[in-house]
């Protein structure tokens, strides 16, 4: 505070122009330089700062060097200012960043590549049932029913796999509805849904909604092989009465013509395998049902054998759908698509 007051002093008892007693600090504290006292047209100046804009510059403005960005002189910079430690940090980061970079942009380029050799590979398969002429197709309806939860959607979807037409179907009657097509080789297999097909506890059809039941359940008759599904680990755990009615009903009021089978559906959720055994002791005598299945729908358990056991009761028929669905066709294109939007963003980063 002494040397503060001496300074300050100091400063006070020199000649005019009297300068700002704060001056002296911005001479210690910055690098700008006092003004010389003898230069009176620059003493006006004194308290402003070097602006380079103040002079004229003889350099015309279109030969003015333009200022690019170089990254040699940001790792110069860099270097003199955080030294070589750094740089070899943001040198390590920008390589890491490029690898992950190059890596992401093969996965996506292999994936897209993958996509068209698959759609070749379709393609071909798809020729190859382009050939098949009218009078060699063979197919057949089939028919679900099974209580809410069953597991039928699951079951249709695991057997036509991607070839679930959801979209723009085309349908038969306004009963019942297509809800897969499985097309292999000859043979086309048409599954149909059975909506409004209910029972009562008492194991008859509801009355109150009479017409919409009795066409479903007249419906049921449409088909040649008819899949009277069940849940089993829900059967095991918590028996439902309707269920059971409803496959005693089925396997009574068999028809000509049509076949039935019995799917133990969920197997996989029951732990103890032979319980399962107790469950088809418990249906076996049933005189409608030609098969027993033990399946599961989600999973694929005994799905192979189901559809070995459909394909072969298919009819010399033409086929009634188009084996190709624009849902399928539509899905891929987005897929792809997307894909290669993100390949060619990458491309873009790496460059
Ligand atoms: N663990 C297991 N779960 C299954 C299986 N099949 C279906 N599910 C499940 O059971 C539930 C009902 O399946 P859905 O296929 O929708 O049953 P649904 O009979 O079509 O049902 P509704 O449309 O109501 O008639 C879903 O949560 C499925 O994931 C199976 O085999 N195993």
Redesign the pocket.
């Known amino acids: 505070m002494k040397a503060l007051r001496i300074l300050t002093a100091t400063t006070l008892s020199t000649s005019s122009p009297k300068p700002n007693p704060t001056s002296i600090f911005r001479v210690f504290f910055s690098a700008e330089p006092l003004p010389p006292e003898s230069d009176s047209h620059l003493s006006e100046q004194s308290d402003s700062t070097f602006d380079s804009s103040h002079y004229e510059t003889l350099i015309p403005d279109d030969h003015k060097p333009k200022h690019t960005w170089d990254k040699k002189f940001r790792n110069r910079a860099d270097k003199l200012v955080f030294g070589d430690e750094t740089k070899g940090k943001v040198k390590f980061k920008e390589e890491e960043d490029e690898r992950r970079r190059r890596i992401l942009a093969k996965a996506l380029l292999e994936a897209a590549l993958n996509n068209e050799k698959e759609d070749e590979e379709e393609e071909e398969e798809d020729e190859s049932l382009g050939v098949v002429k009218d009078e060699d197709q063979k197919s057949l309806s089939v028919g679900?029913i099974?209580?809410?939860?069953?597991?039928?959607?699951?079951?249709?979807?695991y057997m036509v796999g991607t070839k679930v037409a959801a979209v723009s179907r085309k349908t038969n009657t306004t009963t019942h509805e297509v809800v897969g097509v499985l097309t292999k080789g000859d043979t086309q297999i048409c599954f149909f849904d059975t909506p409004g097909l209910m029972l009562n506890c008492g194991g008859f059809p509801y009355r109150d909604v009479k017409a919409r039941v009795e066409s479903a359940w007249s419906s049921v008759n449409l088909y040649e092989v008819l899949i009277v599904?069940f849940?089993v680990?829900r059967h095991l755990t918590r028996p439902d009465s309707r269920v059971v009615k409803l496959i005693k009903r089925m396997g009574e009021r068999s028809i000509p013509n049509q076949k039935r089978v019995l799917c133990m559906?969920?197997?996989?959720?029951v732990e103890k395998k032979k319980d399962l055994l107790k469950v088809a002791e418990e249906f076996k005598d049933l005189p409608g049902f030609e098969r027993h299945f033990m399946?599961?729908?989600?999973?694929g358990?005994g799905v192979k054998d189901l559809t070995q056991f459909l394909m072969e009761q298919a009819l010399e028929r033409p086929w009634e759908e188009d084996p190709f669905t624009m849902t399928e066709e539509v899905m891929k294109m987005i897929s792809l698509e997307v894909v290669r939007e993100r390949l060619l963003d990458h491309v873009h980063q790496v460059d």
């Open positions: 679900i099974g209580a809410p939860n069953a597991g039928k959607s699951a079951l249709t979807n599904m849940d680990h559906n969920k197997i996989d959720l399946i599961s729908g989600m999973k358990a």
